[in-house]
């Protein structure tokens, strides 16, 4: 099987979705955009996580991660990691926060480079799907992130900014 063809794997539990996870995080080359509840047990306070993310962020200047999360709250309690490089990376890595109006998405999700997706079908479902070399759907995911990415603000609390 070529590297470019079309695959989608089904995922059907926790370990599953964490581990496409780290397929997504580990294969974006310049970009990556995730969309979660509040990130806390889906891996992101692992050093392995942490360095799947730094080594994006050091590849290139350019490079961009941005999170966005219903409730950034426990992202500063419980990945310590995750705020290490939100310091370090200020500058090409956000986090911000959904309007209460937005509270209603409940499907998480994640692209890389604009053809790896990730989602799940509710954030109390284990059930998701896994893409790769799918431009398209990674595409429309990419477009609702952007439009919830606007009406969005960046969050208090997991400013890098403090007194």
Not at 55 to 73: E, I, K, M, S
Request: with cysteine.
């Amino acid at each position: 099987m070529s590297d470019a063809t079309l695959q989608h794997i089904n995922l059907s539990g926790s370990a599953d979705y964490v581990a496409a996870l780290d397929t997504i995080c580990g294969s974006a080359k310049h970009n990556l955009i995730i969309f979660e509840k509040d990130f806390v047990n889906i891996g992101f306070e692992t050093a392995t996580r942490f360095e799947m993310l730094r080594n994006l962020l050091l590849a290139n200047p350019n490079n961009r991660v941005q999170l966005l999360a219903h409730d950034t709250r426990p992202m500063s309690q419980y990945c310590p990691r995750l705020m290490m490089l939100l310091r370090q990376f200020g500058h090409n890595m956000f986090i911000y926060q959904t309007p209460k109006h937005l509270q209603n998405v409940t499907e998480p999700f994640a692209v890389a480079d604009d053809s790896q997706f990730l989602r799940r079908f509710h954030f109390d479902d284990t059930r998701g799907l896994l893409g790769r070399n799918d431009v398209e759907m990674a595409r429309l995911l990419k477009s609702r992130f952007t439009e919830m990415w606007q009406a969005s603000q960046p969050s208090s609390s997991t400013s890098t900014f403090s007194l």
